[in-house]
C-alpha cells in the first residue's frame, strides 16, 4: 500500500462524475427494466439493477449475461461478464447466486465508456430482456 501514489482528487472527481453521468444515461435509455442500486452515500455509484420478469435459476441468468454481451459483440462496444471493479469498461454479472435469503439479479456496473458505446450498452441489454 506504501507503493500507492497519493490518489489526486480532480482526477478522481472527473472519474466519479462520468461514470455517474454514464450511470444515469444507461438507466434513462433501459428505462422500467432499470432501477438504482441502493446507496446511502450523496455518489450513486456507477451501478444498476435490472429487473427481469419472473423468477429464474442460474442457467437462466447465465445464458441471458451470456446473450446480452454477445449482442454488446455484434453492436461493436466491449461489455464484460464479470465483477472486476475499477475498470474503465462496462460490465454485467449475476448477483445474489449463493444465498437463500435474496433473489437473484443481474447488475450493471457503467465504465467511462462515451455516451455512444452506453446507447449500445442500453440496446444491447433491452434487446435481450423480455
Not at 490518489?7 to 427494466?33: C, V
Not at 435469503?101 to 462515451?114: H, I
Not at 441489454?125 to 423480455?130: A, C, D, G, L, P
Request: aromatic residues 8%; hydrophobic residues 40%; contains cysteine.
Amino acid at each position: 500500500v506504501a507503493m500507492l501514489p497519493t490518489p489526486k482528487n480532480k482526477i478522481i472527481m472527473n472519474y466519479l462524475s462520468k461514470i455517474e453521468e454514464n450511470r444515469k444515461e444507461l438507466k434513462r435509455l433501459i428505462g422500467e427494466r432499470a432501477r438504482e442500486a441502493c446507496s446511502t452515500y450523496m455518489f450513486n455509484g456507477a451501478q444498476l439493477v435490472i429487473d427481469v420478469p419472473g423468477r429464474h435459476g442460474y442457467g437462466y441468468y447465465l445464458m441471458l449475461t451470456k446473450k446480452v454481451v454477445a449482442k454488446a459483440k455484434k453492436l461493436g462496444v466491449q461489455l464484460s461478464a464479470g465483477t472486476s471493479f475499477g475498470m474503465p469498461h462496462s460490465r454485467i454479472y449475476l448477483t445474489a447466486r449463493k444465498t437463500g435469503y435474496a433473489q437473484m439479479f443481474l447488475r450493471v456496473s457503467v465504465g467511462t465508456e462515451s455516451i455512444n458505446d452506453i446507447k449500445l450498452i442500453a440496446e444491447a441489454v433491452k434487446s435481450q430482456i423480455k
